[in-house]
């Protein structure tokens, strides 16, 4: 199901094989892993389970365009756990490939890698090997609540504006780009949070926006709590929300009324973004060098903190 609307076309999917991938994403994310909720420890824990033959083989995937396997994980008939969707990957032919991925690519066919098929045999191998001794191991609440979450935008999606639902998935983006895509795809992730991972194609933007779908200890505070109550802690993070009450900000604006640098500031934004208090309207091409983001405050933000904090207080 879909909403229509004069920007774009909002399209939800999932499928055990989207998470696949981002697992491993995340595994590979290197200095992005400080500020995700699995962290650098999960990293170097999940890396002293694996065999050798795999860690041989990671650094492999670095040549591997991870959208192109995202693209084809779309594509795929019929089931889409990893086992099935493995199998229809590897028996594709290399006219097979380029009929499914030329079409959707950036630029003109010919960016697409000149050796499609060892691509694709690199990623099935890890993505096997991956699957084998971790991600078939997960607790299966995970999967299940990205699917309900899943069916839960496929309802808003019948009243709600794309725009808004976009907001909504993602946290606080307002997805403008240019130029506009056809559909913009929404695949819920759970490895990655509380980060959204982009992937743009050619008349196609996939979005894979982060879900709590596992409940918290006993008596411990949700994530989204943990992440409101954190963000309000510093005077920086307080003065920038001041700031974006005010009028709506660009980066540069931030790094020059806040006198920090570029970097404390990125970080303050980001730590902003991920607890949904700020909205980020992203225009333009990120991939053709002239992107923009501007950022302000996301209406009713702060009245959600004091009705989520006093569900928590009192619930039994």
């Not at 040549?63 to 199998?87: H, M, T, Y």
């Not at 209406?299 to 009192?314: G, K, T, V």
Request: glycine letters at 6%; a negative charge.
């Amino acid at each position: 199901m879909a909403a229509e609307h004069m920007l774009y076309r909002v399209e939800i999917d999932w499928a055990p094989a989207y998470e696949l991938d981002t697992s491993l994403g995340a595994l590979m994310a290197g200095a992005d892993q400080k500020v995700m909720d699995l962290g650098p420890a999960w990293a170097r824990e999940m890396r002293q389970r694996l065999d050798s033959r795999l860690l041989d083989l990671l650094p492999s995937m670095q040549k591997v365009n991870a959208a192109l396997i995202e693209l084809l994980i779309w594509q795929c008939p019929g089931e889409r756990d990893p086992e099935s969707f493995l199998r229809w990957m590897c028996s594709l032919s290399l006219g097979q490939l380029y009929e499914l991925l030329a079409p959707h690519a950036r630029e003109a066919p010919s960016a697409l890698p000149r050796d499609l098929t060892g691509m694709r045999d690199r990623a099935a191998e890890v993505l096997s090997l991956w699957n084998d001794q971790y991600f078939r191991h997960v607790d299966p609440a995970i999967l299940t609540g990205l699917r309900g979450d899943a069916e839960r935008r496929h309802t808003q999606a019948e009243t709600l504006a794309p725009e808004a639902l976009v907001e909504e998935a993602t946290n606080g983006v307002r997805y403008e780009p240019e130029p506009l895509p056809d559909v913009v795809l929404l695949v819920p992730q759970w490895h990655f949070r509380p980060w959204n991972t982009f992937a743009s194609f050619r008349t196609m933007r996939m979005v894979k926006y982060p879900v709590d779908v596992l409940p918290p200890a006993p008596g411990e505070p949700p994530p989204g709590i943990l992440r409101l109550t954190r963000v309000l802690s510093d005077e920086s993070r307080l003065r920038i929300l001041r700031f974006l009450a005010r009028e709506p900000r660009t980066f540069t604006t931030l790094v020059e009324l806040t006198g920090l640098s570029k970097s404390t500031v990125n970080h303050h934004m980001m730590t902003l973004r991920a607890a949904g208090l700020v909205r980020v309207i992203e225009t333009g091409d990120p991939g053709k060098g002239h992107h923009r983001a501007t950022y302000e405050l996301r209406p009713h933000a702060l009245d959600d903190l004091s009705a989520r904090l006093r569900a928590y207080l009192i619930e039994e």
